[in-house]
């Protein structure tokens, strides 16, 4: 089962949306292990369900679970202001683990 449910929102195969891919899947196995799961969804592709969550700006990342839903705004290169959204600490009993 998987404590992290991830939603990332980018537009196309921009540099910045694959350096916001790559930013993500390298904190997540450092900090997650395998306890997340990550869902990537490209806006030209699929614009409803980015209309439905209302997603004005990408990348964004939309932490579904565990709730409350949170969003980050930007590429995920500032590791601290990503760890400090989605709450990593707190979740996993403070050590990120």
């Known amino acids: 089962m998987s404590a992290f449910k991830l939603r990332l929102y980018v537009t196309g195969r921009t540099p910045q949306s694959q ?29 409803t369900l980015a209309e439905n969550e209302k997603i004005l700006a990408t990348p964004t990342l939309v932490r579904r679970l565990p709730e409350p839903v ?12 990503v760890l400090l959204g989605l709450d990593i600490e707190h979740i996993m009993g403070g050590n990120g683990r």
């Open 70 to 81: 949170r969003k980050i705004i930007g590429d995920l290169s500032d590791r601290e202001k």
């Open 19 to 47: 350096r916001a891919i790559a930013n993500l899947r390298a904190i997540c196995e450092s900090e997650l292990g395998g306890t997340y799961e990550v869902e990537v969804i490209d806006v030209l592709e699929n614009p």
